[in-house]
C-alpha cells in the first residue's frame, strides 16, 4: 500500500554540482517515515526474542558439544545476524527522528536536514551488512570469493 502513496505528491530529483536531492513535500516525507518505523517495529518485535532464544541454544550447545567448529560457525552466524539486527536498528532511529521533523508544524528544519540525508546509509547498511561480516568473519567464504574473483 505504500508504494504508491508517492504518485499522489509532487516528487522530484533536483541536481546539483555534486549530488542529485530528492524534493518532496514533508507529508510524503512523514508517511514514508511512519511505513520505515512501522516496518522495523515489526521486524525488532519479531528478531528480538529469537536472537535471545539463538543465543540461548547457542550456548547450551556449547555447554554440552565441545566442537570448536560448530561452535565458531554457531558465533559467525549469530555475529552477522546482530549485526544484520544493528542495521534495523540504526533505520529506526533514522526513521524516528524523521517522524519527529516532520510532524511538527512548522517543520523542524534543522532537525530534517540533518538526519534526510542518512536515509541512504541506513538502507545500504540493512543491505550490505550481512555479506560484508560473513565475508570478514569466514575463512571459507573468503576462500571461496578469492577463487570466484
Given at each position: 500500500?505504500?508504494a504508491?502513496i508517492?504518485?499522489?505528491?509532487n516528487v522530484?530529483?533536483?541536481s546539483?554540482e555534486d549530488?542529485?536531492?530528492?524534493?518532496?513535500?514533508?507529508q510524503?516525507?512523514?508517511?514514508?517515515s511512519i511505513?520505515?518505523?512501522?516496518?522495523?517495529?515489526?521486524?525488532?518485535?519479531?528478531?528480538?526474542?529469537l536472537?535471545?532464544?539463538?543465543?540461548?541454544?547457542?550456548r547450551?550447545?556449547?555447554?554440552?558439544h565441545?566442537?570448536?567448529?560448530?561452535q565458531?560457525?554457531?558465533r559467525i552466524h549469530?555475529?552477522?545476524s546482530?549485526?544484520?539486527?544493528?542495521?534495523?536498528?540504526?533505520?529506526s532511529?533514522?526513521?524516528s527522528l524523521l517522524?519527529i521533523?516532520?510532524?511538527?508544524h512548522?517543520?523542524d528544519?534543522?532537525l530534517?536536514?540533518d538526519?534526510?540525508p542518512?536515509?541512504y546509509?541506513?538502507t545500504e547498511s540493512?543491505?550490505c551488512v550481512?555479506?560484508w561480516?560473513m565475508?570478514?568473519?569466514?575463512?571459507l567464504?573468503?576462500?571461496?570469493?578469492?577463487?570466484?574473483?
Amino acid at each position: 500500500a505504500f508504494a504508491f502513496i508517492p504518485l499522489h505528491f509532487n516528487v522530484s530529483f533536483v541536481s546539483t554540482e555534486d549530488r542529485i536531492n530528492l524534493r518532496a513535500p514533508s507529508q510524503l516525507i512523514a508517511i514514508l517515515s511512519i511505513a520505515a518505523q512501522s516496518c522495523s517495529i515489526i521486524t525488532i518485535t519479531i528478531c528480538l526474542p529469537l536472537y535471545v532464544i539463538a543465543s540461548y541454544y547457542a550456548r547450551k550447545r556449547t555447554e554440552y558439544h565441545r566442537h570448536t567448529v560448530l561452535q565458531r560457525q554457531d558465533r559467525i552466524h549469530l555475529l552477522c545476524s546482530l549485526l544484520s539486527f544493528g542495521a534495523i536498528i540504526l533505520d529506526s532511529i533514522r526513521a524516528s527522528l524523521l517522524i519527529i521533523a516532520t510532524f511538527q508544524h512548522p517543520i523542524d528544519a534543522v532537525l530534517y536536514a540533518d538526519v534526510f540525508p542518512y536515509w541512504y546509509h541506513t538502507t545500504e547498511s540493512l543491505c550490505c551488512v550481512r555479506p560484508w561480516a560473513m565475508v570478514v568473519s569466514n575463512a571459507l567464504v573468503r576462500r571461496n570469493l578469492l577463487v570466484f574473483l
